[in-house]
T-cell receptor, first 111, second 112 residues
Framework: DAKTTQPPSMDCAEGRAANLPCNHS???????VYWYRQIHSQGPQYIIH???NNETNEMASLIITEDRKSSTLILPHATLRDTAVYYC????????????FGTGTSLTVIP | SQTIHQWPATLVQPVGSPLSLECTVE??????LYWYRQAAGRGLQLLFY??????ISSEVPQNLSASRPQDRQFILSSKKLLLSDSGFYLC???????????FGEGSRLTVL
């Protein structure tokens, strides 16, 4: 079962930063936070992951709170192509390698 | 580089008919493989995963089964489809370095 809670939907103006929250209050010390996104009728695409430090790559930034009970995915300059469902997943590396996806946040970037 | 392929891309089947969806991975060896299903308007549900040839773990009891006859081949099957089996089926493999999942193009199944 998914161990994360995300808002079902969000809007963001094109060119502005999109901040997608995720709650994972029962996260364990060895569990990483992963973010994926799924554009309609395609397979999910990996975005970023982290353990406790903030992470940044060419797609996004991941901010994890100090207590690790929540995180925020930041798309710094949202474009129309960022419209997708965004999934936040917690996963430990020693639990048989399962990824459990919740229902995610449907982000709509508005022109 | 690694690639993953699924087929068929689209399938329309009558209730009670059999099913076989195939997934193959190229460019890697002994990958962890996964089958997910996404019903219309829903999130992804993990159905099966496999850590090696002949090793299958089932997450949800149902009329589906999975097999891994070769290292880079993962097959999803059913003997008799139900209406509730309709959905978007996704195969994935796990990258060894970062543990991220790489998904195939998906197979859309409609059971009538």
């Amino acid at each position: 079962d998914a161990k994360t809670t995300q808002p079902p939907s969000m809007d963001c103006a094109e060119g502005r930063a999109a901040n997608l929250p995720c709650n994972h209050s029962t996260i364990s010390g060895n569990e990483y936070v992963y973010w994926y996104r799924q554009i309609h009728s395609q397979g999910p695409q990996y975005i970023i992951h982290g353990l406790k430090n903030n992470e940044t790559n060419e797609m996004a930034s991941l901010i994890i709170t100090e207590d690790r009970k929540s995180s925020t995915l930041i798309l710094p300059h949202a474009t129309l192509r960022d419209t997708a469902v965004y999934y936040c997943i917690v996963r430990a590396t020693n639990t048989g390698n399962q990824f459990y996806f919740g229902t995610g946040t449907s982000l709509t970037v508005i022109p | 580089s690694q690639t993953i392929h699924q087929w068929p891309a689209t399938l329309v089947q009558p209730v009670g008919s059999p099913l076989s969806l195939e997934c193959t991975v190229e460019g890697t060896s002994n990958p962890n493989l996964y089958w997910y299903r996404q019903a219309a308007g829903r999130g992804l549900q993990l159905l099966f995963y496999s850590v090696g040839i002949g090793q299958i773990s089932s997450e949800v009891p149902q009329n589906l089964s999975a097999s891994r006859p070769q290292d880079r081949q993962f097959i999803l099957s059913s003997k008799k489809l139900l209406l509730s089996d309709s959905g978007f089926y996704l195969c994935a493999w796990m990258g060894p370095l970062t543990g991220e999942l790489f998904f195939g193009e998906g197979s859309r199944l409609t059971v009538l």
